[in-house]
């Protein structure tokens, strides 16, 4: 009787040892570099708000946050590898507008499914595009750039990051409202159409705020207007596209995500640290005055709500591209 007894609690052990092994793995969180996959090309806002973010973690967390930029399918290389990584706290990334609601949308198969492989931590910016033109372009407003447009139906051209991202679909939204036949030219990654756009090999494009925002103010591009229902905060002298087109909204938003499966006490530890990150007067400063980004409430909670609010908000914008990927 006392051998069985002896046999049966050595046989419980790992079970009951598993959640204490488990703590003291996680409480240590983290012990070395933390990936932080940027699921687009350097240069972009994308990029700008990743490495913002990430110089906030470590001061906070005490552990590297290094930045490794995944371009390519729309953002859907990087965010598959943030989905496939291992729960453990060790690989984390941004997610936006184009992992969770334009994707799932245009791709008729997705290597990742966004309610399922990854947990939104929290929003961390909310923001709206900028439409900015060539400095030699004859248009200064948005009603005279739709005149040019109009006068030469295929004339002239706008760049995106890629087919079916925010930038390429608030193109294509504006295309259809404002009536004007302009052709898109598909770039890998926001950060290496500017070149072309200042020198007028495209004539226009609608950029997140944090990379177009610096161009505009510098005088290295003209910003005509902005994709939000109203103008921002922080460029109020640009007007809303939607003061000459009616109705015309198209706003974005980045996030941090982690791969299903991480630990709860890593992620609310992850989730403190983000909050604290946006309450920094650093990350402020910049949000507001230099990025034009607003700051979202902080957190998991509200996340499902907000995720199926921004589909339909985007879903006119992707009939009206008519755009399906595979």
């Known amino acids: 009787m006392k051998r069985r007894m002896l046999l049966a609690a ?3 052990a790992p079970t009951v040892a598993a959640p204490a092994i488990l703590r003291a793995q996680t409480a240590g969180w983290p012990n070395k570099t933390v990936r932080f996959i940027c699921p687009f090309a350097p240069g972009g806002g994308t990029d700008t708000v990743s490495r913002l973010i990430c110089d906030q973690l470590a001061k906070l967390l005490g552990q590297q946050f290094i930045v490794e930029n995944k371009g390519g399918a729309g953002g859907n290389i990087g965010t598959t590898e943030i ?3 291992a729960p453990d706290g060790y690989t984390l990334g941004l997610i936006s507008v184009a992992s969770h609601t334009l994707n799932p949308m245009l791709y008729s198969k997705l290597p990742y499914n966004p309610d399922k492989d990854i947990v939104g931590v929290s929003r961390v910016a909310t923001l709206a595009n ?3 033109v060539t400095p030699s372009l004859p248009a200064n407003s948005v009603a005279e750039l739709i005149a040019l447009c ?3 139906p295929g004339k002239y051209s706008f760049a995106s990051s890629g087919p079916g991202t925010s930038l390429h679909l608030s193109g294509e939204l504006f295309k259809k409202m404002a009536d004007v036949d302009i052709i898109h030219v598909p770039y ?3 950060g290496p159409v500017y070149t072309d756009l200042m020198a007028g090999i495209v004539n226009m494009m609608f950029a997140n705020m944090p990379s177009m925002l610096p161009q505009v103010r510098s005088s290295k591009l003209k910003g005509l207007g ?3 229902a109203v103008r921002s905060k922080a460029a109020p002298d640009i007007p809303a596209i939607a003061e000459t087109v009616p109705g015309y909204v198209a706003t974005s938003w980045y996030g941090v995500g982690a791969p299903a499966g991480t630990p709860e006490p890593i992620l609310a530890r992850l989730e403190t640290a983000l909050a604290d990150a946006l309450k920094s007067p650093d990350i402020q400063k910049r949000w507001n005055d230099d990025l034009g980004l607003d700051l979202p409430p902080a957190g998991r ?3 499902d709500e907000f995720l199926a609010q921004d589909r339909k908000l985007w879903e006119p914008a992707v009939k009206a591209s008519g755009v399906k990927l595979d």
């Open 301 to 303: 909670k509200g996340f």
């Open 188 to 190: 890998k990654g926001a």
């Open 130 to 132: 900028l439409l900015g």
């Open 10 to 12: 050595a046989l419980a």
């Open 150 to 152: 109009k006068a030469s």
């Open 83 to 85: 989905a496939r990584a």
């Open 226 to 228: 902005v994709t939000s």
